[in-house]
């Protein structure tokens, strides 16, 4: 994990620079979690568990009411991050929930995509969590997928959806000409 100007996770990208002197190989880094400050919605909410609270930095280890989001319990249940421009996303960081409804992440889809067709899930798929224990943090490679959304989903009739913190890593798909 690398620290660099106070983001305690930075992607760092190779990128030659070609000019009419010759080429140049430079590094690039794009810093912190595009999740914090985007645009979220979910399928439907229990209680208080809303949407926002899977970005709020806070992995919920303390008061999972407080820091956590939860669906009720439906048919195809989705949380939907819109990362307000359309993004190359490296990674995205997944945090389950400390107690024993842990499992409720269990199935779930990882999709990127600029669709909004089916609630996002026809979207190409970057990873499907098959378990996070609990209270843990699980990274998933997306190699650069495009996407103006990140999409959690799990597939299924009478399924919950929650989670304590999404967190996405990457850069703008339009930062760089090659």
């Known amino acids: 994990r690398a620290v660099c100007n106070g ?36 399928s439907s909410t229990f209680a208080g568990w809303f949407a926002e609270k899977a970005i709020d930095s806070n992995r919920g280890f303390q008061q999972l009411n407080t820091t956590c989001t939860s669906t009720l319990n439906e048919t195809n249940p989705w949380w939907r991050l819109d990362l307000l421009d359309v993004y190359r996303v490296s990674e995205v960081v997944i ?12 199935g779930a889809e990882i999709r990127i995509g600029n669709s909004l067709e089916n609630n996002g899930s026809n979207n190409p798929i970057c990873a499907v969590i098959s378990t996070i224990p609990a209270g843990e943090s699980y990274n998933f490679t997306c190699n650069g997928m495009v996407g103006h959304y990140v999409i959690i989903h799990i597939p299924g009739d009478w399924k919950i959806l929650s989670l304590c913190e999404v967190e996405v890593y990457g850069y703008l798909a339009g930062n760089l000409l090659l």
């Not at 002197?21 to 914090?36: E, K, L, T």
């Not at 945090?95 to 269990?106: G, L």
């Open 95 to 106: 945090t389950s929930r400390n107690d024993s409804y842990a499992e409720q992440i269990n």
């Open 7 to 42: 983001y305690d996770k930075v992607t760092f990208t190779l990128v030659q620079i070609v000019h009419k002197h010759g080429s140049q190989n430079v590094f690039i880094y794009f810093p912190g979690n595009r999740a914090v400050g985007a645009a979220v919605i979910q």
